[in-house]
């Protein structure tokens, strides 16, 4: 991506991620529905410098409901949030709404799993995702050019599930289709 290009970072945590982004030239903004998570990435943005003069900007909310105006972002990704959600599809149209048209969305996920110990000890809502679920979101969304991959588990201190990766283009106003 670009520099000076505004991305929104869902579910942003404890701002990795956004920080990593700004360091790019970014302009981030990152939403959380924690303020506990949203304090921590503010002490993570004010510790931090953004040499090639990206920005952090946090903003509490949820996925399903996202702070920020239609068409007001370039891109928006969501990393290892979907899980959490009790309807990840409407996570999904709502990052639509906030992504200028031609912009792109990107998630990263679990695949489908049977791993107990992540619902017991994280909290999580589903246990991953099949691929062709995350499609047909996307899909429904209204997203072009879905493109979805499985990508095996880096995790070495814990059994963790593989990976999908996800990437979606907004239509642009012309009605372009897939």
């Known amino acids: 991506m670009a520099p000076g290009l505004r991305v929104a ?4 945590g404890t701002g990795i991620l956004a920080c990593e982004l700004a360091r790019l030239g970014l302009d981030v903004v990152g ?4 303020a506990t998570m ?3 990435a503010r ?5 931090e410098t953004f040499a090639r003069g990206g ?15 239609e068409n007001e972002v370039d891109a928006a990704l969501a990393h290892m949030v979907l899980h959490y959600l009790p309807s990840p599809s409407d996570a999904i149209r709502e990052m639509a709404r906030i992504v200028k048209p031609g912009g792109h969305l990107v998630i990263v996920e679990f695949v489908s799993h049977a791993l107990d110990w992540m619902e017991q000890e994280l909290g999580v809502v589903w246990r991953g995702f099949a691929r ?13 050019e879905i493109n979805v991959e499985e990508s095996e588990s880096l995790g070495r201190e814990r059994d ?3 990976t999908l990766i996800a990437s979606a283009r907004v239509p642009t106003e012309s009605g372009e289709s897939d």
Do not use: F, H
Request: aromatic share 2%; charged share 30%; glycine share 6%.
């Open 9 to 12: 970072d869902i579910g942003t």
């Open 31 to 34: 939403v959380d529905q924690s």
């Open 38 to 40: 949203l304090e921590a």
């Open 43 to 47: 002490a993570k943005i004010e510790s």
């Open 55 to 69: 920005r952090v900007e946090l903003k509490r909310g949820e996925a399903e409901r996202i702070p920020l105006e």
């Open 132 to 144: 062709e679920t995350v499609e047909q979101w996307l899909a429904a969304a209204g997203l072009v």
């Open 160 to 162: 963790l599930p593989s």
